[in-house]
């Protein structure tokens, strides 16, 4: 039965399309396919409601964050001008709430990578070592749990390269109760925990924070919203990266990476159009793959 959600101040299409998530895809039609959680669902949106099959309301509410004042966060951002444009040309684009261990492996993925390889090597992964979720004849494999991966050597022959070594011990801390420990800490003690994790430094982190647990203050400083931020900010001076996340926070606090998301997918969309705002680098993230699967 397809579940009809009422759904305000929200794009699906902007919030799927804005490199926060690796594993969807989008039909002729408008309907978007997703496989996240270990649940394979569809949705498709209609002015303010979400028509979804495959997913229950409160999953949904959940995972697209539904439950964020988005109206409030926005107006508190508007009062940066420069930020302004960003958040008029995208409205609805929200931050989603991943599953820690799969957002986790995913940019672990990203380190030095781009984005169709990204997707790849995710997709691989789940066809090798996971379950298999159904919705309506359609067949996805999920991505495994720490327990079910690989190791070293069998992940290698699956082309992740040296991210093979940091997959296993992210696995293995994660086993050992890692990532439930990152849960609930304050953003600087559970940055501190991610980065226990090989490979893991604080762009990794921050994505991780972000995009799965909620600290809505972290800022991802990779190549591309270096440039951003870099033209727009620091009047085209080069800058350390502490020195950008600094700045976010102090200039945006615990919205900061709301702004960042909006900045990114602008500048993305910007650089596609052939304007001269710097997109974000395919060493990060960006539009996945054509399946989900």
């Known amino acids: 039965m397809t579940l009809s959600l009422h759904a305000p101040a929200f794009s699906l299409e902007h919030t799927l399309e804005s490199g926060q998530f690796f594993r969807y895809s989008r039909a002729p039609g408008g309907a978007f396919t997703l496989h996240a959680r270990r649940r394979l669902f569809r949705v498709e949106q209609a002015g303010e409601t979400l028509l979804v099959d495959g ?12 439950d964020h004042d988005l109206p409030a966060i926005r107006e508190s951002l508007a009062r940066d001008p420069k930020l302004r444009p960003s958040l008029d040309a995208h409205p609805g684009l929200r931050l989603l709430r991943q599953d820690p261990w799969e957002c986790t492996a995913a940019f672990i993925l990203s380190i ?49 390269g040296f991210r093979a070594s940091y997959l296993v011990q992210a ?32 762009k990794v982190a921050d994505c991780v924070l972000l995009f799965a647990f909620g600290h809505l203050g972290a800022f991802p400083v990779d190549t591309w919203i270096r440039k951003v931020m870099i033209e727009t900010y620091f009047g085209g001076r080069q800058a350390p990266d502490r020195a950008i996340r600094a700045f976010a926070q102090e200039r945006w606090g615990d919205l900061a990476g709301y702004a960042q998301q909006y900045l990114y997918h602008a500048s993305r969309k910007a650089r596609r159009h052939g304007g001269k705002v710097p997109a974000r680098s395919s060493s990060s993230r960006g539009r996945p793959a054509a399946s989900p699967a």
């Open 112 to 160: 030095a990578s781009n984005i169709p390889r990204i997707a790849g090597n995710v997709a691989d992964l789940a066809r090798a070592y996971g379950g298999t979720s159904r919705l309506d004849g359609l067949e996805s494999p999920d991505f495994p749990l720490p327990r079910e991966l690989g190791g070293e050597r069998e992940l290698r022959r699956l082309r992740v």
């Open 171 to 202: 696995a293995r801390l994660a086993q050992g109760g890692l990532l439930e420990e990152v849960e609930g800490l304050p953003y600087e003690e559970a940055k501190e925990a991610l980065m226990v994790i090989p490979g893991v430094a604080e």
């Open 55 to 66: 997913a229950d309301a409160a999953f949904v509410r959940d995972f697209f964050s539904l």
